[in-house]
C-alpha cells in the first residue's frame, strides 16, 4: 500500500505570509495527489485535486505542484480564515495532517 | 447542489453493529462517474478510508476493516449505508459520507456534515 506522509505536522504563519506544505509518497503515484481543508468542527472541503487543479469556488491564493512521490501546497498572502488542517490524499489514503495556527 | 446527510444512531454498545445511512439530494446516486464512500475520524486524529460502493452495489473496502464492514446502496431511495459490526471503543469517530469521483484521479466531495458515533456501555 502507498504511504502518505505530510510535513510539517503542525505550522504557525501570521496573515499575509506564504506557507508550503509538503506531501510525499512511499513509491510513485504520478499526479494522483488531492489537498483538502479541515475547519475544527467541519467535514474536509475539497480545495486542489489531480496535484495542481483548483476545485471550483476555491481562492485563487491556493495551488498545488509536484508529481510521482513528491507534492506541496501552497498558499500565498495567508488570510483568517485559512488557519485550519490540511490532509493529502491519493486514492484512498490520506496524509496524517498539518494543522496551521496564527502565531 | 449536492448534498449529502448522514443519519443515524450516534451511541453504540461494544460488541454491537454500528449503522449510518447517507442520504443524497440534489443529484442522483445511479451515476457512472461516481462511487460513494464512507471515511472516518477519530477524535483528534487522521481520516480513514472505509470503503466505497457503485450504484450497482460494487464495493471496495479498506482491507484493515473489511472482515467488519458493509456497505449497500439503495437507488430508489438515494442512499446508501453502512454497517461496521463487532465495534470496539476504538471505532469511536465521526463518520463522514462523501462522493468519489473516479476518473483517473479519485477524490472525495463534496462531503456530508459528519456525524460523531460514539461505542460505550
Known amino acids: 500500500d502507498v504511504q502518505m506522509t505530510q510535513s510539517p505536522s503542525s505550522l504557525s504563519a501570521s496573515v499575509g505570509d506564504r506557507v508550503t506544505i509538503t506531501c510525499r509518497a512511499s513509491?510513485?503515484?504520478?499526479?494522483?495527489l488531492n489537498w483538502y481543508q479541515q475547519r475544527p468542527g467541519k467535514a474536509p472541503k475539497l480545495l486542489i485535486y489531480?496535484?495542481?487543479s483548483l476545485q471550483s469556488g476555491v481562492p485563487s491564493r491556493f495551488s498545488g505542484s509536484g508529481s510521482g512521490t513528491y507534492f506541496t501546497l501552497t498558499i500565498n498572502g495567508l488570510q483568517p480564515e485559512d488557519f485550519a488542517t490540511y490532509f493529502c490524499?491519493?486514492?484512498?489514503?490520506f496524509g496524517q495532517g498539518t494543522k496551521l495556527d496564527i502565531k | 447542489q449536492l448534498q449529502l446527510q448522514e443519519s443515524g444512531p450516534r451511541l453504540v454498545k461494544p460488541s454491537e453493529t454500528l449503522s449510518l445511512t447517507c442520504t443524497v439530494s440534489?443529484?442522483?446516486?445511479?451515476?457512472?462517474?461516481?462511487?460513494w464512500g464512507w471515511i472516518r475520524q477519530p477524535p483528534g486524529k487522521g481520516l480513514e478510508w472505509i470503503g466505497s460502493?457503485?450504484?450497482?452495489?460494487?464495493?471496495y473496502y479498506n482491507p484493515s476493516l473489511k472482515s467488519r464492514v458493509t456497505i449497500s446502496v439503495d437507488t430508489s431511495k438515494n442512499q446508501f449505508s453502512l454497517k461496521l459490526s463487532s465495534v470496539t471503543a476504538a471505532d469511536t469517530a465521526v463518520y463522514y459520507c462523501?462522493?468519489?469521483?473516479?476518473?483517473?484521479?479519485?477524490?472525495?466531495?463534496?462531503w456530508g456534515q459528519g456525524t460523531l458515533v460514539t461505542v460505550s456501555s
Open positions: 513509491q510513485s503515484i504520478s499526479n494522483y
Open positions: 490524499q491519493q486514492t484512498y489514503t
Open positions: 460502493v457503485f450504484y450497482s452495489g460494487t464495493t
Open positions: 440534489g443529484g442522483s446516486i445511479s451515476s457512472s462517474t461516481y462511487y
Open positions: 462523501a462522493r468519489l469521483a473516479v476518473v483517473s484521479v479519485r477524490w472525495f466531495d463534496p
Open positions: 489531480a496535484t495542481s
